[in-house]
């Protein structure tokens, strides 16, 4: 009995430092989502999407201080649902599509606050305009994804996370239109990460 526990602890802790050597992780598109919320003049609480996001992550639960993130979103990949909206938001008035195609998150540090909460601080650019945003990150799972016992593209080592961020749009000269539109902004990425092996 003795040594069947051993056995077992020592394939459980083999797993968890396959799972922590596993530090690169790179955005799983399929299920990655970033949505951007604001309040419609009290009435309502409004969002849109970007459809695409691009980066990688290095990463564990043991060294959370060595942690590094950089992302990349295209601008023209924002969805409201109403194409007029859409047009509205890329024109100068807001993104300015033409001039800055790309908003990018560039972390500069990464502090762990609770065993599977973590807080992330880095510079954040839209259009012309780097400031620092903090998002509070989740992780909600690391290690198999169960989903690879059926299809092959789940297989090896995932991470899941949630990231939450509260920024005023006016910061970064996109101000038009408050307090019609709130000038606070919530962020929230939702995403699921694979390990490069």
């Not at 059926?150 to 991470?159: A, D, I, M, N, Q």
Request: include cysteine.
């Amino acid at each position: 009995m003795i040594r069947k526990t051993m056995a077992a602890c020592v394939v459980a802790a083999s797993g968890w430092a396959m799972t922590a050597q596993a530090e690169t992780w790179t955005v799983d598109p399929q299920h990655t989502e970033v949505r951007v919320y604001w309040d419609h003049s009290g009435f309502s609480e409004q969002s849109l999407e970007f459809t695409e996001v691009d980066g990688s992550l290095t990463f564990s639960l043991n060294s959370v201080p060595d942690s590094t993130a950089f992302f990349t979103i295209p601008v023209d990949s924002m969805e409201t649902g109403v194409e007029r909206f859409n047009n509205d938001l890329w024109s100068d008035t807001f993104f300015d599509l033409e001039k800055y195609p790309l908003i990018s998150f560039n972390s500069t540090s990464f502090r762990q606050v609770a065993p599977m909460k973590l807080k992330v601080k880095g510079d954040l650019t839209i259009k012309d305009v780097t400031k620092e945003a903090e998002f509070d990150v989740t992780v909600h799972a690391l290690g198999e994804h169960p989903v690879g016992r059926y299809f092959k593209y789940f297989s090896g080592t995932w991470l899941g996370v949630t990231a939450v961020a509260n920024i005023k749009r006016s910061d970064w000269n996109m101000g038009a239109f408050v307090p019609m539109g709130s000038d606070e902004i919530r962020i929230v990425i939702n995403s699921e990460l694979r390990a490069v092996e």
